[in-house]
């Protein structure tokens, strides 16, 4: 990996460890996410503990803007050079997910890898709610389990489709999809990372419907 990564990697993990649920419910309650609900510093649970619809989606539309902002940076930045655009989506996910400001405590990344892998291609959105809904009714009704789902459907999935598909959706440039395909696996992978806990304490809680 030359120099050129490492940075751009590095900028996108410090971009996503701004820990905007955290921010947010500092700043209007005075307390610590980390401490109420689920404990998630996310927009699901920030809006759990306030009852805050107005909380709760800006910072879901905030952290997606995470994700879009460091994939528009890096094709600035480096431009048909790809690579750079992959290591900064996961980057930016792992920034989120284990964030250097809370001591690498933080969410599941779900806002911030819709904000990245849409900005590049619109069609892991597509996959991941496929398989949500694929696991919220078929599988389990869980949000964990569903949620767990649509990120292993995301990464099956874009490794389904021919080149020709992939290639006519992007909106970044990408001289070789199996670039974008490696991009999207290495996001799923931090995702997978964040929620097998909480699909763990799911089945340990009994909250996994039969």
């Known amino acids: 990996m030359n120099l050129g990564l490492l940075a751009i990697a590095a900028v996108a993990y410090v971009i996503g460890s701004i820990p905007t649920a955290w ?3 500092r700043l209007t309650a005075g307390t610590d996410i980390r401490t109420e609900g689920t404990g998630n510093v996310g927009a699901r649970n920030l ?5 805050s619809k107005v909380a709760g ?14 994939v528009f940076l890096a094709q600035y930045v480096h431009g048909s050079y ?5 290591w900064a989506a996961v980057g930016v996910v792992l920034g989120h997910n284990y964030s250097i400001f809370l001591k690498f405590d933080g969410g599941r990344g779900l806002a911030t890898a819709t904000g990245c892998l849409t900005a590049m291609n619109p069609l ?6 496929l398989g949500y809904l694929t696991g919220n009714y078929v599988i389990r009704r869980q949000v964990h389990i569903a949620s767990m789902s649509g990120i292993i459907a995301t990464a099956v999935l ?9 290639r006519a959706t992007m909106f970044v440039d990408c001289a070789d999809v199996t670039e974008f ?4 696996t290495g996001v799923s992978f931090v995702l997978f990372l964040r929620h097998i806990g909480a699909v763990r304490e799911a089945i340990r809680l009994g909250l996994v419907d039969e």
Do not use: H
């Open 57 to 70: 989606i800006g910072v879901m539309l905030a952290d997606m803007a995470k994700g879009a902002i460091i």
């Open 181 to 184: 395909r490696i991009a999207v």
């Open 82 to 86: 790809f690579a750079a655009t992959a």
């Open 47 to 51: 809006y759990d503990v306030s009852q």
């Open 158 to 166: 874009a490794w389904s489709l021919p080149n020709s598909t992939l």
């Open 124 to 129: 892991p959105l597509v996959f991941w709610i």
């Open 23 to 25: 921010i947010v419910r």
